[in-house]
């Protein structure tokens, strides 16, 4: 099955900054990956589609990009709903994969 | 809105059959656009995809869990299930539905269920 492996496990920063998380397949995925969030108590978020689409209702601060095997969410200026978990995952091959996530906390 | 909540015991000992189900609402089960997926996150790992159900007949499971599961369709209901047996701690876990929209974005999940959260003890 192909592995993603995200980085970091954790960003530590502050409302404003820029945040940039990667996503590495261990198989080329072609750009058939997605993002999502994830925050306690609420259903899990689609935020990106095909490595660059944004989902229906995403604020355009959230962009991915990437293909083959490197992919990256940036969010442009962090607000406070942006704090949360966040997760890639792939299409391209059986079983659908998950990353391990990373958590975007506030410094 | 398309809304998922997923229903069922909290609590399952080892051994026995997990059992959940998930309703749709503000939308058909039946539209054959979508597939419904069971994924689960056990406490701090990442997610894991259980397997979907398209139509009745048509079903794809993990690899991994494949011999334990069994999802089914109930468009009576507008409901879908999943059964996971001979379970053990490490199936303790939150549980989610989710909906794949095919025409769209593929085996991507675009409306989730809130999740709920299963523990395996005796």
């Known amino acids: 099955e192909i592995v993603l492996t995200q980085s970091p496990a954790t960003l530590s920063l502050s409302p404003g900054e820029r945040a940039t998380l990667s996503c590495r397949a261990s198989q080329s995925v072609s750009t058939f990956l997605a993002w999502y969030q994830l925050k306690p108590g609420q259903p899990p978020r689609l935020l990106i589609y095909d490595a660059s689409n944004r989902a229906t209702g995403i604020p355009a601060r959230l962009s991915g990009s990437g293909s083959g095997t490197d992919f990256t969410l940036t969010i442009s200026s962090l607000e406070p709903e942006d704090f949360a978990v966040y997760y890639c995952q792939q299409r391209s091959d059986w079983p659908l994969t998950f990353g391990g996530g990373t958590k975007v906390e506030i410094k | 809105q398309v809304q998922l909540q997923e229903s069922g015991p909290g609590l399952v000992k080892p051994s026995q059959t997990l059992s959940l189900t998930c309703t749709v609402s503000?939308?058909?089960?039946?539209?054959?656009?979508?597939?419904w997926s069971w994924i689960r996150q056990p406490a701090g790992k990442g997610l894991e995809w259980i397997g979907r159900i398209y139509t009745s007949v048509t079903t794809n499971y993990n690899p991994s869990l494949k011999s334990r599961v069994t999802i089914s369709i109930d468009t009576s209901k507008n409901q879908f299930s999943l059964k996971l047996s001979s379970v053990t701690a490490a199936d303790t876990a939150m549980y989610y539905c989710?909906?794949?929209?095919?025409?769209?974005?593929?085996?991507?999940?675009?409306?989730w269920g809130q999740g709920t959260l299963v523990t395996v003890s005796s």
């Open positions: 503000g939308g058909s089960i039946s539209s054959g656009n979508y597939y």
């Open positions: 989710a909906r794949e929209n095919i025409p769209v974005a593929g085996s991507t999940f675009d409306y």
